[in-house]
């Protein structure tokens, strides 16, 4: 009503800082992910044990993430309430790519190297990713997935959530980046925008876009949850190469990324 449109104008009022950007994923208008599905879905978490960023699984000892995440995941939940330390938490080597410096220049990637394969079953499956360069169509639908907010100014949700998003022009993405004086990165989806009525806010990037059957994007920023500003992925299909570069040398070199 009108009252939730005043307090949202006000809130984009008092964010003040025109060129900040969120990092993340709050689910909005959400609906809970069933058990049996997306068990492909990791909480990447910190040394304390708190959820900070999603990601998902790619093969039994490869998720992939944001580079901007931290370094532990967990598999084979979908309640953060129930985590069993000693089945679903693993140590990772963190690659994170080379060229990542911020998440407004791109780049926005990160393989985890599992400390041990997964044991995959009814609880852990991986997700595919594209077979190699792809481009998405404008206005398809996917999915967002993650453990983020419900609400600007909630906190993270135990229950995993998904939404459905609108695959947005990448020329009209650039565009309204660049009226709030961003250029957009190269190798990015744009979801969104139009008043969207669900997508991601804060809290959780490095959750998978999914399209189809394959996770295409990253979750990576957007415009402290302006329905208006497109969200924007890393797209998965430009990093198809580096992945597979990536998972060959970590075998051969014994856990280091170069």
Known sequence: GFFDRLLFLL??????EIRKTTHGTEIINGK???????L???????????HMCGGFLISEDF???????????????????????GTMRYNVTRCKHPDFNSVASGNDIMLLKLSKKVQLNNKVQPIQIPKGEMK???????????WGYTRAGGKVSNVLEMAEVTLTNR????????????DLPNNVICAGGHNAKAGFCKGDSGGPL?????????????????PNIPNVYTDVSKYVSWIKKIQAVIHLHFHKCS
């Open 210 to 226: 999914v399209c189809g059957a394959t996770a295409a994007g990253i979750v990576s920023f957007n415009r402290e949850c302006d």
């Open 171 to 182: 020329k009209e993405c650039k565009t309204k980046w660049k009226s709030l004086k961003l």
């Open 11 to 16: 809130h984009i009022l008092l964010l003040g």
């Open 40 to 50: 492909y879905v990791a909480s990447v978490q910190n040394n304390k044990g708190q």
């Open 32 to 38: 809970k992910v069933p058990d049996r599905l997306m």
């Open 136 to 146: 998405v169509k404008d206005k398809a639908k996917c999915r967002v997935v993650g």
């Open 63 to 85: 998720v992939v993430t944001a580079a901007h995440c931290d370094k532990l995941v967990v598999l084979g939940t979908h309640n953060l309430e129930k985590v069993d330390d």
